[in-house]
């Protein structure tokens, strides 16, 4: 089988021709990569999915607040909320968004978490693979599965671009992580090959610009709340895909149109905190006091 996965369109080819689906194409490259087998592979994925689970735990029972002081107590403001009043979205709603915040808190308190694809968008993929397990009573090989398939996405766009509001904006990290959780999300809920390249597409074209503007230089403000944010438009993607909604720009276009884009930002919004948020009046005042 040709492991040579740098864009979406061979990636569905190969499905296709190989009858496989995205996370048995994906296992087996990351096991001929490493001179490895599939099962070492699928217990380092399973190792990371233990950690996401760790985070969530430990951030829903902590309020302890990061070096800042800027944040770390959102999480059980959020949980307090819906047990005076349900979510309008109902249960799952409330898992996601309570678990991207404490996954982000427990990184600001400098505790474990998988950077997925990247420290300041931890939240993303672990909320919305961990709740939609719970909510559908995954086994551990579903999760490794769901898990294996959102990494299958950050590998193709990876390719072409860096994971790094530095690079391309906070399009490339949270973006890039709502994406991978669409697919996961596809995955989970039973779709097809197509659907899940559909559903990460779909979620990374409709974010398209996203600025990284950090207050004072920090994953904080508003790094924070827009992985709950781009969390849940993750599972918008994941719906619209679910139904046959294509997007008609192709996989592969999406991406190069998200390259440009990053190229043509200004440098004031990749993480300088010279641009945006970080050089409003209060976040000014923010910054001078940490």
């Known amino acids: 089988m040709d492991f040579s996965l740098n ?3 061979k990636l569905l080819n190969i499905c296709e021709s190989n009858n496989k ?3 048995e194409v994906m296992q087996e490259k990351e096991a001929y990569d490493f001179e490895t087998d599939v099962k070492s592979v699928r217990e ?3 190792k990371n999915i233990e950690a996401m689970k760790s985070a969530i735990k430990n951030g829903m029972n902590s309020n302890e607040k990061s070096y800042s002081g800027l944040c770390g107590d959102d999480c059980i403001k959020l949980q307090e909320k819906y047990k005076k009043e349900k979510a309008i979205f109902g249960k799952i709603y409330e898992k996601i968004t309570t678990y991207a915040l404490a ?14 694809p990247t420290a300041g968008s931890c939240g993303i993929v ?14 551990n090989e579903e999760e490794i599965n769901a898990l294996i398939t959102a990494g299958t996405i950050g590998y193709i ?8 509001g530095a690079v391309a904006g906070c399009q490339a990290e949270c973006g890039v992580a709502s994406a991978m959780s669409a697919a996961a999300a596809v995955e989970i809920m039973g779709g097809n090959e197509k659907q899940k ?3 990460a597409i779909l979620a990374l074209k409709n974010i398209l610009g996203l600025t990284c503007d950090p207050v004072g230089g920090l994953v904080e403000i508003p790094c924070v709340k827009r992985n709950v944010f781009l969390a849940i438009h993750a599972i918008t993607g994941a719906e619209l895909a679910l139904a046959d909604i294509e997007s008609k720009i192709p996989a592969d276009e999406v991406v190069d149109a998200m390259v440009q884009t990053g190229q043509l930002m200004s440098p004031l919004l990749k993480e300088t905190s010279q641009g945006g948020l970080a050089v409003t009046k209060n976040g000014i005042l923010i910054s001078s006091k940490l």
Do not use: D, H, Q, W
Request: one cysteine or more; charged letters at 25%; hydrophobic letters at 50%.
């Open 7 to 9: 864009t979406f369109e």
């Open 21 to 23: 689906k995205i996370y």
């Open 44 to 46: 380092r994925v399973k």
């Open 103 to 116: 996954t982000m808190e427990e990184n600001l308190r400098m505790n474990k978490i998988v950077a997925c």
């Open 126 to 139: 672990p909320a919305v693979i961990i709740a939609l397990s719970e909510e559908k009573g995954l086994s």
């Open 157 to 164: 766009i990876s390719g072409r671009v860096a994971m790094a």
């Open 197 to 199: 390249v559909n559903a």
